[in-house]
Protein backbone atom coordinates (compact mmCIF):
# COMPACT_ATOMS: atom_id res chain seq x y z
CA UNK A 1 0.00 0.00 0.00
CA UNK A 2 1.29 3.65 -0.36
CA UNK A 3 1.51 5.14 2.66
CA UNK A 4 0.85 8.47 1.03
CA UNK A 5 -2.42 7.89 -0.18
CA UNK A 6 -4.52 9.22 3.09
CA UNK A 7 -7.89 9.13 3.16
CA UNK A 8 -10.48 11.77 2.33
CA UNK A 9 -11.75 14.43 4.74
CA UNK A 10 -15.01 13.26 5.15
CA UNK A 11 -17.75 13.26 8.33
CA UNK A 12 -17.65 9.29 7.59
CA UNK A 13 -19.96 9.27 10.82
CA UNK A 14 -22.36 11.25 9.05
CA UNK A 15 -22.80 9.81 5.67
CA UNK A 16 -26.53 8.11 4.13
CA UNK A 17 -26.67 5.85 1.81
CA UNK A 18 -26.00 8.04 -1.17
CA UNK A 19 -23.65 8.26 -4.24
CA UNK A 20 -20.37 10.18 -3.68
CA UNK A 21 -18.98 10.27 -6.38
CA UNK A 22 -15.04 8.58 -5.87
CA UNK A 23 -12.26 8.45 -8.42
CA UNK A 24 -11.88 5.40 -10.71
CA UNK A 25 -14.38 2.62 -12.14
CA UNK A 26 -13.65 -0.61 -13.51
CA UNK A 27 -15.06 -0.83 -16.87
CA UNK A 28 -15.11 -4.18 -19.35
CA UNK A 29 -16.84 -4.69 -22.94
CA UNK A 30 -18.20 -7.70 -24.14
CA UNK A 31 -17.46 -8.12 -28.24
CA UNK A 32 -17.96 -10.35 -30.89
CA UNK A 33 -18.01 -12.84 -27.97
CA UNK A 34 -15.23 -11.76 -26.21
CA UNK A 35 -14.42 -10.11 -22.39
CA UNK A 36 -11.72 -7.11 -23.05
CA UNK A 37 -9.25 -7.15 -20.50
CA UNK A 38 -11.19 -4.48 -18.52
CA UNK A 39 -9.13 -1.40 -16.82
CA UNK A 40 -9.56 1.91 -14.46
CA UNK A 41 -11.33 4.92 -15.68
CA UNK A 42 -12.00 8.18 -14.27
CA UNK A 43 -15.14 9.03 -16.17
CA UNK A 44 -18.10 8.07 -14.35
CA UNK A 45 -20.42 9.00 -17.37
CA UNK A 46 -21.56 6.19 -19.24
CA UNK A 47 -21.88 6.71 -22.92
CA UNK A 48 -24.60 4.21 -24.66
CA UNK A 49 -26.48 4.10 -27.39
CA UNK A 50 -30.43 5.61 -27.65
CA UNK A 51 -31.47 2.44 -29.00
CA UNK A 52 -29.32 0.27 -26.13
CA UNK A 53 -31.59 -2.54 -24.85
CA UNK A 54 -30.75 -1.60 -20.96
CA UNK A 55 -32.27 1.56 -21.59
CA UNK A 56 -35.22 0.09 -23.31
CA UNK A 57 -36.13 -3.52 -21.93
CA UNK A 58 -34.10 -3.42 -18.95
CA UNK A 59 -31.70 -5.93 -19.99
CA UNK A 60 -29.24 -5.25 -16.88
CA UNK A 61 -28.19 -6.87 -14.01
CA UNK A 62 -26.09 -5.45 -10.69
CA UNK A 63 -24.65 -6.53 -7.45
CA UNK A 64 -24.30 -5.00 -3.94
CA UNK A 65 -21.41 -5.52 -2.06
CA UNK A 66 -19.52 -3.82 0.87
CA UNK A 67 -15.56 -3.52 1.21
CA UNK A 68 -14.73 -2.65 5.39
CA UNK A 69 -11.70 -1.75 6.55
CA UNK A 70 -10.38 -4.05 9.95
CA UNK A 71 -8.49 -2.61 12.61
CA UNK A 72 -5.30 -3.59 11.61
CA UNK A 73 -6.06 -1.84 8.21
CA UNK A 74 -6.65 -5.15 6.28
CA UNK A 75 -9.39 -4.10 3.51
CA UNK A 76 -12.27 -6.95 3.84
CA UNK A 77 -14.92 -8.03 1.31
CA UNK A 78 -17.71 -10.55 2.58
CA UNK A 79 -18.03 -13.47 0.49
CA UNK A 80 -18.05 -12.07 -3.48
CA UNK A 81 -17.69 -15.23 -4.85
CA UNK A 82 -21.70 -15.33 -4.48
CA UNK A 83 -22.13 -12.16 -5.67
CA UNK A 84 -20.33 -13.32 -9.01
CA UNK A 85 -21.98 -16.24 -9.13
CA UNK A 86 -25.79 -14.64 -8.49
CA UNK A 87 -24.62 -12.17 -10.93
CA UNK A 88 -24.21 -14.53 -13.39
CA UNK A 89 -27.28 -17.02 -12.91
CA UNK A 90 -28.92 -13.11 -13.55
CA UNK A 91 -27.07 -13.04 -16.75
CA UNK A 92 -28.13 -16.41 -18.00
CA UNK A 93 -31.75 -15.70 -17.06
CA UNK A 94 -31.32 -12.59 -19.48
CA UNK A 95 -29.22 -13.86 -22.21
CA UNK A 96 -26.42 -11.73 -21.52
CA UNK A 97 -22.97 -13.09 -21.46
CA UNK A 98 -21.55 -14.66 -17.92
CA UNK A 99 -18.43 -12.28 -15.98
CA UNK A 100 -16.03 -14.92 -15.55
CA UNK A 101 -15.26 -14.85 -11.94
CA UNK A 102 -11.04 -13.61 -12.17
CA UNK A 103 -12.58 -11.03 -14.00
CA UNK A 104 -15.73 -10.10 -11.50
CA UNK A 105 -13.18 -10.34 -8.88
CA UNK A 106 -10.49 -8.35 -10.63
CA UNK A 107 -13.02 -5.78 -11.56
CA UNK A 108 -13.91 -5.45 -7.77
CA UNK A 109 -10.61 -5.49 -6.23
CA UNK A 110 -9.47 -2.96 -8.49
CA UNK A 111 -11.94 -0.49 -7.71
CA UNK A 112 -11.89 -0.60 -4.32
CA UNK A 113 -8.38 -0.61 -4.18
CA UNK A 114 -7.94 2.62 -6.78
CA UNK A 115 -10.34 4.30 -4.52
CA UNK A 116 -8.58 3.24 -1.50
CA UNK A 117 -8.59 7.17 -0.06
CA UNK A 118 -12.25 6.66 0.36
CA UNK A 119 -12.87 3.21 1.77
CA UNK A 120 -14.27 4.66 5.54
CA UNK A 121 -11.67 3.59 8.40
CA UNK A 122 -12.33 1.30 10.69
CA UNK A 123 -14.65 2.28 13.47
CA UNK A 124 -16.42 5.18 11.86
CA UNK A 125 -19.39 3.18 11.02
CA UNK A 126 -19.36 3.42 7.66
CA UNK A 127 -18.38 0.82 4.74
CA UNK A 128 -17.81 1.19 1.20
CA UNK A 129 -20.23 -0.02 -1.16
CA UNK A 130 -19.43 -1.46 -4.19
CA UNK A 131 -21.51 -2.09 -6.81
CA UNK A 132 -20.66 -4.15 -10.17
CA UNK A 133 -23.16 -3.87 -13.14
CA UNK A 134 -23.81 -5.84 -16.11
CA UNK A 135 -25.98 -3.65 -19.38
CA UNK A 136 -26.66 -4.71 -22.59
CA UNK A 137 -25.30 -1.63 -24.46
CA UNK A 138 -25.33 -0.74 -28.56
CA UNK A 139 -28.01 -0.11 -31.18
CA UNK A 140 -30.56 -3.12 -30.87
CA UNK A 141 -34.08 -1.44 -31.41
CA UNK A 142 -36.06 -4.72 -31.87
CA UNK A 143 -36.73 -6.96 -28.76
CA UNK A 144 -33.80 -9.05 -28.46
CA UNK A 145 -30.40 -9.49 -26.95
CA UNK A 146 -27.63 -6.77 -27.02
CA UNK A 147 -24.88 -7.40 -29.10
CA UNK A 148 -22.21 -5.52 -26.85
CA UNK A 149 -22.29 -5.63 -22.90
CA UNK A 150 -20.53 -3.55 -20.54
CA UNK A 151 -19.44 -4.70 -17.34
CA UNK A 152 -18.44 -2.00 -14.83
CA UNK A 153 -17.91 -1.59 -11.02
CA UNK A 154 -18.21 1.85 -9.01
CA UNK A 155 -17.99 2.43 -5.39
CA UNK A 156 -19.11 4.91 -2.83
CA UNK A 157 -18.63 5.35 0.82
CA UNK A 158 -22.09 4.40 2.35
CA UNK A 159 -23.50 5.18 5.96
CA UNK A 160 -26.67 3.04 7.40
CA UNK A 161 -28.80 2.47 4.86
CA UNK A 162 -32.26 3.30 7.23
CA UNK A 163 -30.67 6.42 8.34
CA UNK A 164 -29.74 5.23 11.40
CA UNK A 165 -26.12 4.07 13.59
CA UNK A 166 -25.85 1.00 14.67
CA UNK A 167 -28.20 -1.74 15.16
CA UNK A 168 -32.15 0.19 15.47
CA UNK A 169 -35.58 -0.80 15.00
CA UNK A 170 -37.45 -0.23 11.42
CA UNK A 171 -40.82 -1.10 10.27
CA UNK A 172 -42.40 -2.48 7.75
CA UNK A 173 -45.94 -1.81 5.32
CA UNK A 174 -47.55 -4.79 3.50
CA UNK A 175 -47.35 -3.53 -0.23
CA UNK A 176 -50.59 -3.69 -1.96
CA UNK A 177 -48.47 -4.52 -4.99
CA UNK A 178 -46.67 -7.59 -5.78
CA UNK A 179 -42.79 -6.94 -6.48
CA UNK A 180 -42.41 -10.39 -8.50
CA UNK A 181 -44.63 -13.30 -9.63
CA UNK A 182 -43.73 -16.86 -8.67
CA UNK A 183 -41.97 -17.86 -12.03
CA UNK A 184 -40.95 -14.30 -12.75
CA UNK A 185 -37.32 -12.79 -12.08
CA UNK A 186 -38.09 -11.89 -8.75
CA UNK A 187 -35.11 -14.08 -7.47
CA UNK A 188 -32.23 -11.96 -10.13
CA UNK A 189 -30.74 -9.20 -9.32
CA UNK A 190 -32.20 -7.47 -11.96
CA UNK A 191 -32.79 -3.67 -12.55
CA UNK A 192 -36.56 -4.75 -13.97
CA UNK A 193 -37.63 -5.45 -10.50
CA UNK A 194 -37.15 -2.63 -8.82
CA UNK A 195 -38.31 0.00 -11.03
CA UNK A 196 -42.12 -1.35 -10.01
CA UNK A 197 -41.47 -1.25 -6.32
CA UNK A 198 -40.18 2.52 -5.99
CA UNK A 199 -44.18 3.51 -5.81
CA UNK A 200 -44.33 0.48 -3.20
CA UNK A 201 -42.01 2.20 -0.78
CA UNK A 202 -43.16 5.41 -1.71
CA UNK A 203 -46.43 4.03 -0.08
CA UNK A 204 -44.64 2.35 2.97
CA UNK A 205 -43.29 5.94 3.75
CA UNK A 206 -46.22 7.68 3.57
CA UNK A 207 -47.75 5.35 6.10
CA UNK A 208 -44.71 6.03 8.40
CA UNK A 209 -42.84 2.92 7.52
CA UNK A 210 -39.19 2.63 6.53
CA UNK A 211 -39.35 -0.38 3.75
CA UNK A 212 -42.58 -2.31 1.90
CA UNK A 213 -42.95 -5.87 2.48
CA UNK A 214 -44.10 -8.06 -0.33
CA UNK A 215 -46.33 -11.20 0.26
CA UNK A 216 -46.09 -13.83 -2.23
CA UNK A 217 -47.89 -12.82 -5.41
CA UNK A 218 -50.43 -15.60 -5.51
CA UNK A 219 -52.42 -15.65 -2.61
CA UNK A 220 -51.03 -12.57 -0.76
CA UNK A 221 -50.39 -14.68 2.23
CA UNK A 222 -46.71 -15.94 2.50
CA UNK A 223 -44.02 -13.38 3.57
CA UNK A 224 -41.62 -12.95 0.30
CA UNK A 225 -39.10 -9.98 1.23
CA UNK A 226 -38.72 -6.48 2.03
CA UNK A 227 -38.25 -4.13 -0.70
CA UNK A 228 -34.01 -4.39 -0.22
CA UNK A 229 -33.93 -7.08 1.91
CA UNK A 230 -35.13 -10.50 2.80
CA UNK A 231 -36.58 -11.28 6.04
CA UNK A 232 -35.44 -13.76 9.28
CA UNK A 233 -37.86 -14.73 12.22
CA UNK A 234 -37.14 -15.88 15.93
CA UNK A 235 -39.68 -18.09 17.07
CA UNK A 236 -40.19 -20.04 20.32
CA UNK A 237 -38.20 -23.17 20.50
CA UNK A 238 -34.77 -21.44 19.58
CA UNK A 239 -36.17 -22.02 15.88
CA UNK A 240 -34.84 -19.29 13.52
CA UNK A 241 -37.32 -19.39 10.36
CA UNK A 242 -36.90 -17.20 7.14
CA UNK A 243 -39.51 -17.34 3.76
CA UNK A 244 -38.86 -19.92 1.07
CA UNK A 245 -40.20 -18.31 -1.43
CA UNK A 246 -38.41 -18.54 -5.70
CA UNK A 247 -39.51 -14.96 -5.80
CA UNK A 248 -37.27 -13.60 -3.52
CA UNK A 249 -33.46 -12.68 -3.99
CA UNK A 250 -31.55 -15.27 -2.59
CA UNK A 251 -29.70 -12.83 0.34
CA UNK A 252 -25.76 -13.73 1.13
CA UNK A 253 -26.31 -11.85 4.20
CA UNK A 254 -29.22 -14.03 5.11
CA UNK A 255 -27.97 -17.57 3.97
CA UNK A 256 -24.86 -16.28 6.61
CA UNK A 257 -27.04 -15.29 9.56
CA UNK A 258 -28.84 -18.79 9.43
CA UNK A 259 -25.24 -20.26 9.30
CA UNK A 260 -24.05 -18.55 12.28
CA UNK A 261 -27.80 -18.88 13.91
CA UNK A 262 -26.95 -23.11 13.08
CA UNK A 263 -23.94 -23.57 13.58
CA UNK A 264 -22.58 -20.64 15.95
CA UNK A 265 -25.94 -20.55 17.98
CA UNK A 266 -27.11 -23.80 18.37
CA UNK A 267 -29.83 -22.64 16.79
CA UNK A 268 -32.49 -24.85 14.37
CA UNK A 269 -33.07 -23.01 11.09
CA UNK A 270 -35.65 -23.52 9.09
CA UNK A 271 -36.35 -22.17 5.51
CA UNK A 272 -40.42 -22.66 4.34
CA UNK A 273 -43.19 -20.42 3.39
CA UNK A 274 -44.19 -18.08 6.56
CA UNK A 275 -47.82 -17.14 6.94
CA UNK A 276 -47.88 -13.66 8.41
CA UNK A 277 -51.70 -13.24 9.39
CA UNK A 278 -51.55 -16.73 10.66
CA UNK A 279 -47.98 -16.91 12.55
CA UNK A 280 -47.84 -13.61 13.67
CA UNK A 281 -48.41 -14.48 17.11
CA UNK A 282 -45.36 -16.78 17.22
CA UNK A 283 -43.04 -13.70 15.86
CA UNK A 284 -40.84 -13.30 18.91
CA UNK A 285 -38.45 -11.60 17.20
CA UNK A 286 -38.24 -10.28 13.30
CA UNK A 287 -35.50 -8.32 11.36
CA UNK A 288 -34.82 -7.66 7.44
CA UNK A 289 -31.41 -8.07 6.45
CA UNK A 290 -29.31 -7.46 3.64
CA UNK A 291 -25.60 -5.50 2.51
CA UNK A 292 -27.30 -2.49 2.87
CA UNK A 293 -29.36 -2.91 5.61
CA UNK A 294 -26.92 -5.10 7.85
CA UNK A 295 -29.60 -6.50 9.82
CA UNK A 296 -32.36 -4.69 11.06
CA UNK A 297 -34.75 -5.56 13.95
CA UNK A 298 -38.65 -4.88 12.85
CA UNK A 299 -40.77 -3.31 15.55
CA UNK A 300 -43.67 -3.30 13.65
CA UNK A 301 -45.60 -4.03 10.65
CA UNK A 302 -48.65 -2.08 8.96
CA UNK A 303 -51.13 -4.62 7.65
CA UNK A 304 -54.93 -5.09 7.48
CA UNK A 305 -55.21 -1.45 8.05
CA UNK A 306 -53.53 -1.48 11.43
CA UNK A 307 -50.23 -1.52 12.58
CA UNK A 308 -48.72 -4.91 14.39
CA UNK A 309 -46.22 -4.91 17.01
CA UNK A 310 -43.66 -7.95 16.52
CA UNK A 311 -43.38 -8.75 20.01
CA UNK A 312 -43.41 -6.91 23.10
CA UNK A 313 -43.52 -2.96 22.83
CA UNK A 314 -41.63 -2.65 19.45
CA UNK A 315 -39.21 -0.60 20.88
CA UNK A 316 -36.59 -2.77 22.07
CA UNK A 317 -34.23 -4.92 20.24
CA UNK A 318 -34.10 -8.62 21.05
CA UNK A 319 -31.07 -10.80 22.29
CA UNK A 320 -31.44 -13.04 19.18
CA UNK A 321 -31.43 -10.29 16.79
CA UNK A 322 -28.50 -8.63 18.89
CA UNK A 323 -26.27 -11.80 18.76
CA UNK A 324 -26.84 -12.41 15.57
CA UNK A 325 -25.75 -8.20 14.66
CA UNK A 326 -22.90 -8.36 16.60
CA UNK A 327 -21.35 -11.77 15.13
CA UNK A 328 -21.66 -11.10 11.65
CA UNK A 329 -20.68 -7.38 11.75
CA UNK A 330 -17.90 -8.95 14.12
CA UNK A 331 -17.20 -11.31 11.21
CA UNK A 332 -17.42 -8.32 8.62
CA UNK A 333 -14.93 -6.25 10.42
CA UNK A 334 -12.21 -8.82 11.14
CA UNK A 335 -13.21 -8.12 14.82
CA UNK A 336 -14.02 -12.20 15.30
CA UNK A 337 -12.33 -14.97 14.00
CA UNK A 338 -13.98 -15.69 10.91
CA UNK A 339 -14.00 -19.68 11.46
CA UNK A 340 -16.45 -19.96 7.90
CA UNK A 341 -13.56 -18.62 5.82
CA UNK A 342 -15.82 -15.90 4.62
CA UNK A 343 -13.45 -12.59 4.27
CA UNK A 344 -11.84 -12.12 0.44
CA UNK A 345 -8.87 -9.73 1.79
CA UNK A 346 -8.00 -7.16 -0.91
CA UNK A 347 -4.17 -6.89 -1.69
CA UNK A 348 -3.13 -2.92 -1.08
C1 LIG B 1 -34.67 -7.37 -3.07
C2 LIG B 1 -33.48 -7.67 -2.24
N1 LIG B 1 -33.57 -8.66 -1.34
C3 LIG B 1 -32.53 -8.99 -0.55
C4 LIG B 1 -31.33 -8.32 -0.62
C5 LIG B 1 -30.21 -8.71 0.28
O1 LIG B 1 -29.26 -9.48 -0.41
P1 LIG B 1 -27.75 -9.51 0.07
O2 LIG B 1 -27.75 -9.99 1.48
O3 LIG B 1 -27.08 -10.49 -0.84
O4 LIG B 1 -27.24 -8.14 -0.04
C6 LIG B 1 -31.18 -7.28 -1.55
C7 LIG B 1 -29.93 -6.53 -1.72
O5 LIG B 1 -29.22 -6.14 -0.88
C8 LIG B 1 -32.28 -6.95 -2.37
O6 LIG B 1 -32.18 -5.97 -3.27
Known sequence: MDAKVSKKNLNWAELGFQYHKTDYRF???HRDGQWSEGALVSDEMISVHEGAPTLHYAQQCFEGMKAQTAEDGRVLLFRPELNSQRMNDAAGRLL?????????????????RANY????PYGSGASLYVRP???????????????????????????PYYQQQGLALISLAVSEMDRAAPRGTGSYKVGANYAGGLMATRKAQELGANEALYLDAAQGRYIDEAGSANIIIAMDNNTLVTPDSRAILPSI????????????????????????R???????????????????????????????VVNGDGQSVGPVMQELYDRLTGIQNGE?????????????
Open 117 to 120: AWIP
Open 133 to 159: MLIGVGENLGLKPAREFEFRVFVSPVG
Open 336 to 348: RADEFGWLHEVEL
Open 278 to 308: GEFAEFREMAACGTAAVLSPVGRIWFDNDWH
Open 96 to 112: MPEVPQDLFLRGVEEAV
Open 253 to 276: TRRSLMDIAARQMQMKTEQRPVDL
Open 27 to 29: SAV
